[in-house]
């Protein structure tokens, strides 16, 4: 009988601080359920000279088409998507339709497995486009007034500003926690059991 006890005494705070690890693990798995954008053609902040013919999101898990939904817009928020998404697991594709050079923003939402929705962005400059719209051809032109010399200013031709130098990287709005300080804690409290059975069992043995 009285060697039982100090066996039972070293075992009990193992017991404890696994089944509080394990505990504290458990709330962590439904994090795991949140889709969330792994890459993207182009990538996100990408200067491109040549537009691409189809814009790729690539998801970490499989992406419903009933549920999904996505936007490309250029410069002046005119939009750039070029026909429907086609999908294939947890990839998404769209035709690309490039305007003029700039900023142009993919806005994506996407729902997980577990029915939350996750919604971000990916952003890339096109740095070469299409030129801006000329002015009609067939409008009269108005001859001078006699005695009016030229104009002093030449008006500059529209379309060809430097499109923006910074680009903000993408966010995610999922507003699932990170619960890495869970696995943490949980392995303190397993170290902490683990060190009280080793200073009972030495007690034991000293007796």
Do not use: Q
């Amino acid at each position: 009988m009285g060697g039982r006890f100090p066996r039972v005494a070293l075992t009990w705070p193992v017991v404890v601080g696994v089944a509080l690890g394990v505990s504290l693990l458990l709330p962590a798995a439904p994090a795991a359920a949140h889709n969330s954008l792994t890459g993207s053609d182009p990538r996100n902040g990408a200067r491109v000279a040549e537009a691409p013919a189809r814009i790729e999101l690539r998801f970490l898990a499989k992406v419903d088409p009933n549920t999904t939904k996505i936007t490309v817009t250029g410069p002046d928020n005119v939009a750039a998507l070029g026909g429907a998404p086609t999908f294939s697991g947890s990839r998404v594709s769209m035709p690309f339709k490039p305007g003029r050079a700039g900023l142009y923003v993919v806005d994506y939402r996407v729902a997980s497995s577990d029915g939350h929705p996750v919604t971000g962005e990916v952003r890339f400059t096109l740095t070469t486009g299409t030129p801006a719209e000329s002015p009609t051809a067939s409008a009269p032109a108005v001859p001078p007034s006699p005695g009016t010399g030229p104009t002093s200013a030449a008006s500059e031709p529209a379309g060809t500003g430097s499109p923006t130098a910074a680009v903000p990287t993408a966010k995610e709005s999922d507003d699932a926690g990170g619960r890495g300080w869970l696995w943490a804690l949980g392995g303190v409290l397993l170290l902490a059991a683990l060190a009280a059975g080793l200073l009972l069992r030495r007690r034991s043995a000293g007796r």
